[in-house]
């Protein structure tokens, strides 16, 4: 079954918006930007399964088929960071067909300690995939010349020590992980967590020209926000409120 809503936003990026009941993250598709035979990046691909037995995977699987895409295709899979609900399914995306991995360096070396820990304690297995790169802060271009993609990467810990967001100058789309959502902010109670560090990154996320923010989840104010005033407000609100 589908749970996932494709939602096509500026230039065919696309958002599956995960609508389960249980707890899966947002997954961004950025279509045929890279050379070669699997041009495709994913970010955050989510659970294989999440708490409730839903199938997160498949379900992503089946989504992105509707639209034409094959996981097959996918040549880079980003993590904004490291928990489960966010990479578990990265093993999978890599087994199909042989993508490479990136996320921060910082989150990385969490993983590796306390970070895989976390996958056992929800009762899921770490993904057992290296990086083949690692995310800085700065300028990330991806792409042929004439079908380039310029993605500056923040560095934006609190929630997880080395979560980054993206943001896609062109389009002034930001891919907050879960770093803000609709409304509120990501969870600093987890461990490595930092309510200070999150509201620096926050902070600094807010000074950005933003048109479309999409966040890491859903909350009751929504997933996507298009619209600078409402990106304004709501960064207005949770500097405010949180
Ligand atoms: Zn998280």
């Not at 992503?60 to 295709?73: H, P, S």
């Not at 959502?181 to 999150?198: I, N």
């Not at 950005?208 to 996507?224: C, F, K, Q």
Request: charged share 25%; aromatic share 10%; hydrophobic share 35%.
């Amino acid at each position: 079954m589908i749970q996932h809503n494709s939602v096509r936003l500026a230039e065919g990026l696309y958002c599956y918006v995960w609508q389960g009941r249980g707890n899966n993250c947002h997954t961004v598709l950025l279509p045929s930007v890279l050379r070669g035979e699997r041009p495709h990046v994913l970010i955050d691909p989510g659970h294989v399964r999440n708490e409730l037995g839903e199938s997160c995977f498949d379900s992503l699987t089946q989504a992105m088929e509707k639209n034409g895409f094959k996981m097959e295709d996918i040549g880079l899979v980003i993590g904004t960071h490291s928990h489960p609900d966010h990479v578990e399914a990265t093993e999978l995306v890599v087994e199909k067909s042989g993508a490479l991995f990136a996320l921060s360096r910082e989150e990385d070396e969490f993983y590796r300690t306390m970070g895989k820990m976390f996958f056992q304690a929800f009762g899921g297995k770490p993904p057992q995939v290296n990086p083949f790169f690692y995310l800085k802060e700065g300028d990330l271009s991806l792409g042929a010349k004439d079908n380039k993609v310029a993605i500056r990467v923040f560095f934006t810990p609190g929630h997880s020590p080395g979560s980054i967001s993206l943001y896609l100058e062109e389009e002034k789309m930001l891919i907050s992980g879960d770093v803000v959502f609709a409304g509120s902010v990501g969870r600093t109670d987890f461990p490595g967590g930092s309510p200070s560090l999150l509201r620096k990154s926050i902070e600094e996320l807010s000074q950005l020209d933003v048109e479309y923010l999409v966040a890491g989840h859903s909350t009751e104010m929504g997933n996507i926000i298009v619209g600078q005033d409402k990106v304004r407000r709501n960064f207005y609100t949770v500097k405010t409120f949180f």
